[in-house]
């Protein structure tokens, strides 16, 4: 989990002109006389139901550190269930521009993806990036509100009701590639702040028994293996270009551990922030060996030793395993003139830090004097860009990155003219037209 924002972070991207401001109030308009309806709707609906238990919503974060608590609306839950097609998901028959069958046979990308069951965010990242990865499995609590709502990284029930184990959903509820992760610590007994009951999340102990899962199932699947946030855009082919063509690294013979690197919690061994971490498969075979064998149970607090650990967070622990059982350091993704592969904030704001102007805050701490700044921060063929909370930003960046160069393409023409050069050197350097 990334600690809070910059001094100034950048603008968000914005349109000009009242024409778009018109248009914004009209669909503002529309948008409200639709809520009134549907309250209204829930209004009628709640008379028919049996009277709800009065619980205050509860919440949990994505991270472990839960002390802010979001309040929202409950929300119908007249949803039909849908059930999925079986799945035939094949990257040789969803198409992408850019990838070269055949040249990266060798260098295949599985995609890791911790999740917390949401449909939204499945279907946009199978219809966006995800396609593009060779593999892609998303590991899921095996505790899941169907009907929770979303607020960024903020889950909200109404009652703990809503929750049942994934086994007592009737088949077909969920997609093949979602993975439910079975964990030894229990889901319920934590509160939060306040004392309000609230969901428990074990990353460190659900991270690790993703990647046995991986290890044991599907290790030969793919060269390369990447943990991917939800809210993280990713570049499957760029990765390719990375390791092979930038790197010419071998997968199956060498250790790799790489990603954006940061110093302000590590010391100067640094380790890899989480929204992407990649490694090699042979990281992957020999981390997943030791997670299997590490001590397992310890409450106490972090004492330097890689073992399973009551509320330990991951990348620490990622990193502390891989150092003092293989040997392996995180190892950053720029490339020479220190632009990042990887960014952990949109792209539209990282063009805009400036590091004289905004001092050594914990992005740049640790990091090389050069390092790439302001409209050069970034490489060309980008391999992942961070904190993307709502699906539309995903559908966007795909507009933006891979969508038509014509004017149709309104997400790429409505673009402030910074962040358009940006996405013109990368669609230039991805060979996309
Ligand atoms: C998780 O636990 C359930 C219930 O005991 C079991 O049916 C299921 O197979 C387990 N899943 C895994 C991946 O072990
Ligand atoms: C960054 O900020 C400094 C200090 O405000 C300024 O002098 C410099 O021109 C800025 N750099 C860029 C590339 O805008």
Known sequence: MMAPYPPKSGTRRRGNGTL??????????IVIALLLTTFHLTQQLAHHREPA??????????GGSANAQVRSKSKPSTRTRKTWPKLTYDP??????????????????????????????????????GKRCDQIYFFTDSIV??????????????????????????????????IFINMTRSWDGCTDNNGKPKICRHIWEKMW????????????????FCKIDYDTFFFPENLQYYVHDYKHWDPKMEHHYFGHKLYHRNGDVGLVAGPCA????????????????????????????CEDRDGATEEVSTSLCLRTELGVV??????????????LDPYENQLGWNRTKQGEWWFWKGKEKDRGQMEECCAHRPIAIHKYKFPGDHRRLEQEFYGPEGKENKDLWRMKAVNRRYVDKVRKAMGIT
């Open 92 to 129: 040789a028959n969803t198409p992408s521009v850019t990838r070269s069958s055949g040249v990266y046979a060798n260098n295949r990308v599985y995609c890791m993806v911790p999740f917390v069951w949401r449909e939204d965010f499945y279907e946009i990242i199978m219809n966006t990036w």
């Open 209 to 224: 028994r993703s990647w046995v899962y991986v290890g044991d199932h599907h290790l030969d699947r793919a060269e390369w």
């Open 145 to 178: 509100a169907l009907d929770a709502e979303f607020v960024k990284d903020f889950v909200i029930v109404e009652d703990e009701q809503q929750y049942k184990p994934y086994w007592e959903y009737p088949e077909g509820t969920f997609p093949e590639n979602v």
């Open 278 to 305: 990649c490694w090699s498969h042979k990281t992957m075979k020999d981390i997943a060996d030791v997670y299997r064998n590490m001590p397992k149970g310890h409450m106490g607090p972090e004492r330097r030793r």
């Open 330 to 343: 995180a190892e950053e993704a720029i490339d020479d003139q220190h632009r990042d592969f990887v960014m």
């Open 20 to 29: 778009f401001q018109n248009i914004i109030t009209i669909l503002t308009v």
């Open 53 to 62: 238990l009065l619980t205050s919503p509860i919440t949990i974060q994505k």
